[in-house]
């Protein structure tokens, strides 16, 4: 094969010839010199690069930097959030298993954990994050393979204690999932926690600009998958030559596995296009991660004393009842607020329908600021009591707070609370 690569759990770096940008390989396929070659790469996947359904050298240096960010062994880019969610628990759950997830969690992934997996026979056991450890130890079942959370909760904006369920999970020799879309890397590292695997929709902060969907799986490479609760990752793959993913790549083991069989099945990887447009987000995360959260916080403060404001929920005020928990995880609060209007569902799409500079959109995280009725829109597929369990009142608003002039945002905010 002509060109030079890494192994797939790491990245893509040509030697001597290393471009500023990170250059877009826009091909499904690469040329061997001979069968034998071919032979040896499907005997050996790692060895060099076999059809873009697995990996690609632009999605692979984005995956590098991505892993690096994190602090962790490697990592894979999936076509979105929600597969990267999938992907996460397929790779260690099967028919039979379950796995504890707290209720403080995406509507999407409600939707995904007790439904869809449900119909795989896959069972998640939801548990309040406030729950005692006594009462989320009783969860645990023999089957149960993983625990799952989001660092700040989409959009119910709470803040999961980290050490806390790390500490649970592997009292029970399970990892530890947490979704840190909202804080990224630039605000929250997980894996310094004790998280095993971080997850993202790519498509909120780390793209930043709303032009391209994606996830990402991080893969910590410190927990111990030889206990005998994770034989697939330890016994021969019958799908692939007899390989002991453990045996054979030590601490990546996790990571490879889910490329080796989960990316070659279901091949939601995503293309060489997508990934060099994320990786323009990611050389200006710090610095937008680090305005998001200055902007939000003026703007919570506003909120908070305005009269037609039922609550706001922004972990970053210091009436917030996850204060503690965001100064001891968070380098900031991120540019998400939830804020709940006196009047519900219909004040609440008054106020957002009088919103001149902020857009009406099913997105968040953007630079843009944009708003969102959850009740009505990303959540109605949920009923009154999931509704509740996952923080969500008919008078709630998710506000992304932008990167505009502050004092602008507050002008368009007091509009629509005028509008009330």
């Known amino acids: 094969m002509k060109m030079e690569t890494k192994c797939l759990h790491a990245g893509y770096s040509p030697k001597n010839t290393e471009p500023r940008v990170v250059p877009i390989v826009q091909s499904t396929t690469y040329v061997y010199d001979s069968t034998a070659e071919v032979a040896s790469v499907f005997d050996e996947p790692t060895k060099s690069l076999i059809y873009s359904r697995f990996a690609n050298p632009t999605v692979m240096a984005v995956e590098e930097k991505i892993a690096a ?50 119909k795989l026979g896959i069972e998640c056991i939801f548990v309040d994050k406030n729950a005692s450890d006594e009462e989320i130890l009783a969860k645990f079942k023999p089957n ?9 909760a989409n959009p119910a904006l709470t803040v999961f204690d980290i050490e806390r369920f790390a500490r649970l ?28 695997i971080v997850i993202h929709s790519t498509s909120k902060y780390m793209d930043g600009h709303a032009v391209q969907v994606g996830g990402v799986i991080v893969d910590s490479g410190n927990f111990d998958w030889t206990s005998g609760k994770f034989p697939e990752l330890v016994e021969p793959d019958e799908s692939y030559h007899g390989i002991s993913y453990v045996e054979t790549y030590g601490k990546a083991a996790y990571i490879i596995k889910a490329r080796m069989q ?30 998001y959260c200055e902007n939000a916080l003026t703007v919570a403060k506003f909120l908070e004393g305005n009269d037609k404001i039922e609550s706001v929920k922004y972990p970053g005020l210091e009436s ?4 503690a928990l965001a100064q001891k995880y968070l380098a900031g609060a991120s540019g998400v607020i939830s804020l709940v209007i006196k009047g519900g569902r219909e004040a609440a799409m008054r106020f957002m329908d009088s919103l001149e ?64």
Do not use: W
């Open 69 to 118: 960010l994190e602090g962790g062994v490697g990592a894979m880019c999936t076509t979105s959030g929600q597969a990267a969610t999938l992907l996460s628990l397929l790779n260690i759950c099967q028919t039979g298993d379950s796995f504890i997830s707290t209720t403080e969690i995406y509507g999407g992934t409600v939707n995904l954990f007790s439904f869809t997996l449900k």
């Open 144 to 152: 149960t393979k993983a625990v799952f959370g989001e660092t700040i």
């Open 169 to 196: 999970a592997h009292q029970n020799n399970v990892p530890l999932i947490v979704d840190n879309t909202f804080a990224t890397p630039a605000l929250c590292r997980p894996i310094e926690f004790g998280a095993d």
């Open 262 to 291: 989960l990316m070659r099945d279901f091949g939601v990887y995503p293309a060489a296009h997508s990934a060099f447009l994320l990786n323009l987000g990611l050389e200006t995360l710090a610095v937008r991660m680090k305005q």
């Open 320 to 323: 917030d009842p996850d204060y």
């Open 357 to 420: 500079l902020a857009s009406n959109e099913v997105h968040v995280a953007d630079i843009r600021t944009c708003v969102l009725h959850p009740a009505s829109e990303t959540h109605r597929q949920l009923t009154d009591e999931q509704l509740v369990a996952c923080g969500i009142d008919g008078g709630m608003v998710r506000l992304s707070v932008g990167l505009e002039n502050v004092n602008d945002i507050l002008a368009d905010l007091e509009k629509g609370l005028a509008a009330i």
